[in-house]
C-alpha cells in the first residue's frame, strides 16, 4: 500500500496496532478498577488507593493511547481513501463509540474519585464488556471487510 504514507505505511500500520492494544487494554482495566473502588468506602485510605491507581492508568495509558489510535488510524485511513471502504466507515463508528466509552468512564472515574457512586456495582461490571465486543467487531471489520 503506498498512498502518501510511502514506505512508512507498515511502520504507521504497526504503531496503529500497539496503540490500540494499549488502549483496549486500559478500557478493560479502568472499569474493573471502578468496580473494586466502588467496594471500597468513600473517603477511605483503601478509595484513595483505587483513586490514584484509575488517574495513573488514564494518565500514563488510556489518554496517550487514544490519542495515538486516533491519529495514527486517520493517517492509515487517509492513505488508502475512504471512498468504496464500508468496512473502514463501520470501524470508525465502532471507534467513535469506543471513545464515548472510554470519556464516559474516565468520568465515572473521576465521580468516584469524589466519593460519589454514580453507578451501581453491576452496571460496572456490565460495562465492562463493551470494550470487548467493540474490538472483536472491530477486528473482524478489519480482517475480513465484509463490506
Known amino acids: 500500500m503506498i498512498g ?3 514506505g ?3 511502520w504507521v ?14 478500557l478493560f482495566a479502568l472499569p474493573r478498577y471502578l468496580v473494586y473502588q466502588h467496594a471500597t468506602p468513600p473517603g477511605s485510605a483503601e478509595e484513595a488507593l483505587w483513586s490514584a491507581r484509575c488517574a495513573r492508568l488514564r494518565r500514563i495509558i488510556l489518554t496517550p493511547s487514544v490519542v495515538a489510535v486516533w491519529l495514527l ?3 492509515l485511513a487517509f492513505n488508502i481513501g475512504f471512498a468504496g471502504n464500508g468496512w473502514l466507515h463501520a470501524k470508525l ?12 468512564a474516565v468520568g465515572v472515574a473521576r465521580k468516584m474519585s469524589r466519593g460519589e457512586r454514580p453507578y451501581a456495582e453491576k452496571t460496572l461490571r456490565v460495562a465492562n464488556e463493551a470494550p470487548a465486543l467493540a474490538t472483536i467487531l472491530a477486528v ?5 471487510r465484509p463490506f
Open 8 to 10: 512508512a505505511y507498515l
Open 73 to 75: 488510524g486517520l493517517a
Open 13 to 26: 500500520k504497526a504503531a496503529h496496532v500497539i496503540a490500540t492494544f494499549f488502549w483496549i487494554a486500559g
Open 4 to 6: 502518501w504514507l510511502g
Open 140 to 144: 473482524i471489520l478489519v480482517i475480513v
Open 93 to 104: 463508528t465502532i471507534v467513535a463509540l469506543l471513545t464515548g466509552y472510554h470519556y464516559w
